[in-house]
Each structure stands twice: as structure tokens, then as C-alpha cells.
């Protein structure tokens, strides 16, 4: 069985990559369309788009993830696999108005696993269906998060993911099965190290890290952060907001070409009408007023939320 290391951008994924060797180092980036987000480095936009084989525009993640990445591959002197799917524009609009959420995290399995999943298919020996061993970056103390995923894999302990197989001859429509790919271990886990011992390990070493990894307005994230997050990257964060307005006047139209009345606090079965969360939209939350100087250290993990890999 091949091993893997799906490395997300994050200190802890890159601990993993640098302290247990594995045969693939692979990165999902989460693609925008927003050309006001395109990184000013032209080089650096042109060593992405030779990556992931088309042309890059922009990330939702903060740019200081891309040079992680080539920075890592620098540092380990081995290659990272760059995998892409939808933009992000494209997975939104494509779910009619409703955008990802804490109950349906779309964006994590369209973006990323799926992307990886693809990558599989192309890479591993799928004439036998050999699943790989994938080393996830979860840390001693995150145990739930990795029974969380164990509780997914099937009978043999794997991770399954829908892949299409061919034609069906009298509709032609798409014929689907079900490929258990991936074993999940988290080695870290095993070997209980802690955040101190991966902060420790890259204080002295050429990679840099972002204040925090996955999406800018990941909807995990404690209000008060995304409000950080807004101020620190703006242009990411309106194309956050944009996304919520336009989505909401998709289904405020559907709503009233379908007759479908709003409850007394103005949503739809309990939920905002295509909004990132239940409790506040982001246009609310990029005009919150600070009543104090907010830095990244007044946040913890918990703070922050998690996309799973």
C-alpha cells in the first residue's frame, strides 16, 4: 500500500511531511474567480498555474499558503502534487443558491477530496483498486477529529468516495460506484505530539506559514476572527460577502416564484435564506466595530474551525 501525506498549508500537515516519510506529498487549493484577489507576484501566479495545469486567479486562503507549499517542497526536497477542482464560484452556484455550512460542508469534499480522490484514480494502481494510506495532521489532544473520520471509513477501515465508471448504454447517463480509496492513520496521534512539539520544530526552519490556514471567511470561524480576517484581507473577504448576496437573491426569487413564506424571523425552514451561517451574515460582520486592537493570538483553535484536513 502507497502512503500518502495530505498536506493543507498548516504547520501540523507539514510536521507530518517532514518527520514521516511517505511516498506522495499532495495539496488541494481551494480556487476563486475574483481577479481583485490575484496574488501582485506575476511569477507567482505563473508558477501556480503550471501547478494545477490551467490558469490560476486567485485562492480563498490567504496567499502565504502557496509559498508554503513551494517553500516545503524546497525545504523536504521532495515533490508536492498540486490538485484543483471547481472553483469555488462554480461549487456555489452550482448547489442553486445555497452556500456551504456547518451542517453541509460541500466546499471540503468538492475542493478537496474529491480533487484528491481524481488524483488517486490517475496516480495509483486502480486496475486493482489498491487504496493508500493517508497521513493526516492531526495532533495529540485532537482524538475526536480522528474518530470523526474513522466513524466514515467502511467494514475494512477505508474512506469511500463516488467516481463515475462509464455509461449506462440506454440512458447515457453517468454510471457511478462507490471506491474505497484511502486508510486514514494519524501519526502524530500515535507518537503523542503535541502543538508545542510541531510549533518547536519549524521555529528555525526556511517555511513560511500563514496565521491561519484554510478559507479567509471559513464559516467554522468565531465571528470576531472573520472580522480580523476581513480587515487583514478585504478583497477576500467582500468576495466572501458577494458570494452571500448573491446567492441570497437566487433563492429570494425562487422563494416567491414558488410561493414560499418566510417565518417570523425571516427564513426559510429555520435557515437564512443562502447565507455561510444561521446567525449573522458577512456584510453584518465586515462592519462590526472593534472596540480594541484584535491580533491573531487573541484567537485559539477552537476560534478557528477546520475544513477536516
Not at 90 to 109: D, E, H, Y
Not at 248 to 260: N, P, S, V, Y
Amino acid at each position: 500500500m502507497k502512503t500518502v501525506t495530505s498536506v493543507s498549508g498548516g504547520q501540523s500537515s507539514a510536521y507530518i511531511a517532514a518527520n514521516y516519510p511517505s511516498d506522495f506529498l499532495v495539496f488541494a487549493l481551494v480556487c476563486i474567480e475574483d481577479r481583485n484577489c490575484t496574488p501582485k507576484d506575476k511569477g507567482l501566479v505563473r508558477e501556480v498555474s503550471n501547478r494545477i495545469g490551467r490558469e490560476f486567479i486567485a485562492t480563498a486562503e490567504d496567499d502565504t499558503i502557496l509559498h508554503t507549499m513551494l517553500d516545503l517542497e524546497q525545504y523536504l526536497g521532495q515533490r508536492i502534487d498540486w490538485v484543483v477542482g471547481d472553483s469555488f464560484d462554480k461549487v456555489a452556484k452550482g448547489r442553486g443558491g445555497w452556500l456551504p455550512n456547518k451542517m453541509q460542508r460541500f466546499c471540503t469534499v468538492d475542493m478537496k477530496l474529491k480533487p484528491m480522490f481524481l488524483w488517486w484514480r490517475n496516480h495509483c494502481n486502480i486496475a486493482e483498486a489498491e487504496p493508500v494510506e493517508m497521513q493526516i495532521g492531526f495532533r495529540s489532544g485532537e482524538e475526536k477529529r480522528a474518530r470523526n473520520m474513522l466513524e466514515r471509513c467502511n467494514d475494512q477501515g477505508l474512506l469511500e468516495q463516488r467516481g463515475i465508471v462509464g455509461k449506462h448504454a440506454k440512458s447515457g447517463n453517468n454510471k457511478w460506484a462507490a471506491f474505497p480509496w484511502q486508510k486514514p492513520v494519524f501519526p502524530m496521534i500515535e507518537d503523542g505530539v503535541k502543538k508545542i512539539d510541531v510549533q518547536n520544530f519549524w521555529k528555525d526552519k526556511p517555511v513560511r506559514f500563514a496565521e491561519r490556514n484554510n478559507c479567509i471567511g471559513c464559516f467554522h470561524r468565531n465571528p470576531m476572527l472573520l472580522r480580523l480576517m476581513a480587515e487583514t484581507h478585504p478583497k477576500k473577504f467582500d468576495w466572501f460577502v458577494r458570494m452571500e448576496e448573491e446567492n441570497k437573491a437566487t433563492l429570494e426569487r425562487r422563494r416567491q416564484e414558488k410561493g414560499i413564506s418566510l417565518d417570523g424571523r425571516g427564513r426559510v425552514n429555520g435557515r437564512l435564506q443562502g447565507t455561510w451561517r444561521d446567525d449573522v451574515t458577512y456584510a453584518r460582520i465586515r462592519g462590526f466595530e472593534l472596540q480594541g486592537q484584535l491580533d491573531f493570538n487573541d484567537f485559539s483553535e477552537c476560534d478557528s474551525g477546520h475544513c477536516g484536513l
